[in-house]
């Protein structure tokens, strides 16, 4: 394969505290410095949530701006993903941030079970969500927990709600949710292939144990690829990751070893129909 591989970093997510892991980056110093870690290690996307200093999440437009300004600064051309997900805020509160124009946000369209509760996401607040990204210039990152994600996905491409061409990101292995199942997920590719056009991006996180086997799958298959700390402490059961970077190091090794090239920040942004890099 010669197609390039976008390799996005969740660098903190609502969940891992220091006391899961103290690499865990909870503080804006500390998830600039690590995704810049990451960045030069070959990730072009970093996928942000935000934190109060007691390491709860947070939905703070202000944390927000600080971060967005620390990565611009720290990591030219990077791309900045904010989290509009329902564990650091409730209702419109999720997207108090996208008036700050990142160049992604992710989109969960519709609601699945999670390890201990419903993670709702209602139509009118799906809507909403969409609305303010295109009102704002912010390109959606389709997070699909379940098939019927994707198909709603589709009818929102249809409607003019989202990009005609959306990127979908698959996640695996949540508890309670889909767990990381081969044929499911080839599944997944047919799907956004067969709605979106055979050159359709998509992307595959893992969560916990499945993070490398579905950076496996994804990079092998032809698509991109999510890693980091949100999702994954462990480099394996008896060793914690040291860093972001350590995790992503690990994704371009997968690369390497399919014979893809990492993704550059403008050939990410390309991909994805993003604005160039100023």
């Not at 994954?232 to 990751?241: G, I, K, M």
Request: proline share 8%; with cysteine.
């Amino acid at each position: 394969m010669s197609n390039p591989c976008i390799i996005c970093v969740a660098i903190t997510g609502s969940l891992p505290k220091k006391a899961n892991n103290p690499a865990v980056p909870i503080t804006v110093a500390e998830q600039v410095e690590s995704a810049q870690e990451a960045f030069e290690a070959g990730a072009t996307i970093c996928h942000a949530h935000v934190r109060n200093d007691d390491e709860t999440p947070s939905s703070d437009p202000e944390k927000f701006a600080r971060l967005k300004e620390g990565l611009e600064a720290h990591c030219p051309g990077m791309i900045v993903q904010f989290s509009t997900g329902g564990r650091s805020g409730a209702g419109q509160a999720r997207g108090g941030m996208l008036p700050l124009g990142p160049d992604m946000a992710s989109l969960s369209v519709g609601s699945n079970n999670f390890p201990t509760r419903v993670y709702e996401n209602p139509p009118d607040l799906v809507d909403w969500l969409a609305s303010e990204m295109a009102m704002h210039g912010v390109v959606p990152e389709v997070e699909a927990f379940d098939l019927s994600h994707i198909l709603r996905a589709a009818e929102m491409a249809k409607a003019g709600q989202i990009p005609p061409v959306p990127y979908v990101q698959f996640v695996m292995g949540v508890k309670n949710a889909m767990p990381a199942d081969r044929e499911v997920f080839d599944f997944y590719i047919r799907t956004v292939h067969r709605l979106f056009g055979d050159d359709a991006p998509w992307c595959a996180a893992g969560i916990g144990a499945n993070q490398l086997l579905l950076n496996e799958w994804a990079i092998s298959s032809g698509g991109h690829a999510r890693t980091g700390l949100e999702d994954n402490v462990r480099l394996d059961r008896e060793t914690l990751a040291p860093s972001n970077a350590a995790l992503v190091k690990r994704a371009v090794e997968i690369c390497d070893r399919y014979e893809r090239p990492v993704a550059t920040p403008a050939q990410a942004r390309e991909i994805l129909g993003l604005r160039p890099i100023a």
